[in-house]
């Protein structure tokens, strides 16, 4: 059985916190080092994350603001003042229920390599339509500040 190393957990923690890095077109980025190694398994794994709504106390506010426009129109006198009242807590409970939170799906590929220096790695990273990693291929990881990349060997 396999025990977590803390090289592992570090390099989860490195790749999981930028989950979209990408390379910016002529822009020179510092790497920390390249090792070379050999694709000990691939698997393709779907993250679900949960994304909280960041508009829902605009919302419930605009909610309620109609709703005392609406409930405003009712009645007459101490009467029209409490369907404004009425208006307004109906159109915040209405509101804040609306929209929400949303469940955002990320597909990223997990790579456990054998490293030349004889470290055992494992890398979650975006799919690359371009390349499919298969066991037993060459790569090369390239360590860069904060996040960690695979590539095909050259």
Do not use: C
């Amino acid at each position: 059985m396999l025990k977590p190393k803390p090289v592992f957990l570090m390099l989860l923690m490195l790749v999981l916190s930028p989950l979209v890095q990408s390379y910016e077109r002529n822009q020179a980025v510092p790497v920390e080092k390249v090792v070379y190694g050999q694709v000990q398994s691939v698997n393709l794994v779907t993250k679900e994350e949960l994304v909280a709504d960041q508009y829902h106390g605009w919302r419930t506010f605009g909610g309620a603001l109609i709703g005392g426009v609406v409930g405003h129109q009712f009645g007459g006198g101490s009467g029209q003042d409490v369907a404004t009242v009425l208006g307004s807590l109906l159109g915040a409970a209405i509101a804040s229920e609306q929209g929400g939170d949303r469940i955002v799906q990320y597909r990223l590929v997990e790579l456990l390599i054998k490293q030349d220096d004889g470290q055992q790695v494992m890398v979650l990273q975006d799919p690359d339509p371009r390349v499919s990693f298969q066991t037993g291929d060459e790569v090369r990881v390239v360590y860069f500040p904060g996040y960690v990349r695979v590539d095909p060997a050259m």
